[in-house]
């Protein structure tokens, strides 16, 4: 699994992108927002670009393209990143890439109607947020990131962009994590017996335990980045599969930590934390 909590697009600048359809509103510095509803909407349904400066050389592992609306069949993406601003040479280039899971669900589909490596459908996909996730084979060092957009489903819009390194645990989290949905939708019940919902949008939590982790690891990772650092009032990001593209779509959570729990010296120089994350949607 990766949890990245350092993302260097908010303490970056963005010198170039395509005209937003309202600047005032759906501005390109929406994307350095934590909101994934104030986004970023570029005045094109076809192709549209972002820039990132990060300042400095940064080291990046991870990019995730939060809630985007790219078509379900022929929306892309393209991901460079380099220390070039021309982005003539690059020291990562994703090339042009299908922006949705290709990951159907089984049994959604009636019995011998499914197929494997289709596209989630889009009744499938209602309650999710659709991203893009990069996880790279190897980090690169760079200052710039371009990000290249094409095919939305009216104008080009996203959400958030995440981009920077990832802690990998040692050990892996232990059997039992949970990953649920979580439906805060108001009932009321009247006297003569009838019901009243008042429905409210649904968001995923993940619960898992980092367990037999040496100190120096659990606390700087942990107990410094994610605790000090992030508390439960900014985000994370968190992919339990790192490796199986295919869970993306329904285990990855963008969000931030419903509290913050002890660490716990178990045994020797042996630490454990239980970590729970609630869905931004």
């Given amino acids: 699994m990766l949890i990245a909590t350092t993302n260097f697009v908010d303490s970056g600048t963005i010198p170039d992108h395509t005209t937003e359809q309202d600047s005032t ?12 509803g104030k986004s970023y909407i570029a005045n094109s349904s076809s192709a549209a670009f972002v820039e990132f400066d990060f300042l400095q050389s940064r080291v990046i592992d991870v990019v995730a ?14 991901i460079r990143i380099g220390n070039d601003d021309t982005f003539a040479s690059t020291e990562y280039d994703s090339g042009v890439v299908a922006a949705w899971p290709t990951v159907e669900e089984f049994g959604y589909l009636a019995y011998g109607e499914f197929h494997w490596g289709g596209i989630l459908t889009a009744e499938a996909a209602l309650d999710y947020p659709i991203s893009y996730y990069d996880v790279l084979d190897q980090a690169v060092q760079a200052r710039y990131m371009r990000i290249d957009l094409a095919n939305g489903n009216d104008l080009i819009e996203v959400g958030r962009v995440f ?11 232990g059997y039992g994590w949970e990953i649920s949905w979580v439906d805060p939708s108001r009932i009321t019940r009247s006297r003569s ?18 367990n037999g982790l040496p100190g120096a690891e659990i606390f700087h990772n942990v107990f410094n980045h994610m605790d000090r650092r992030k508390g439960i009032s900014e985000d994370v990001l968190v992919i339990p599969q790192e490796t199986d593209e295919t869970t993306f779509i329904t285990q990855n959570i963008y969000g931030r930590q419903a509290e913050l729990n002890p660490v716990e010296n178990r045994v020797l120089d042996h630490y454990a934390r239980r970590i729970e994350v609630e869905e931004i949607i």
Avoid: C, W
């Fill in 25 to 36: 509103y759906f501005s390109a510095e929406n994307l350095q927002s934590i909101q994934l």
């Fill in 65 to 78: 393209i939060l809630k985007h609306n790219l078509n379900q069949t022929t929306g892309t993406v393209r």
């Fill in 163 to 173: 981009a920077g390194p990832s802690y990998r645990p040692t050990n892996e989290m």
């Fill in 193 to 210: 017996g009838q019901t009243f919902v008042d429905i409210l949008p649904r968001y995923r939590v993940i619960s898992f335990e980092l």
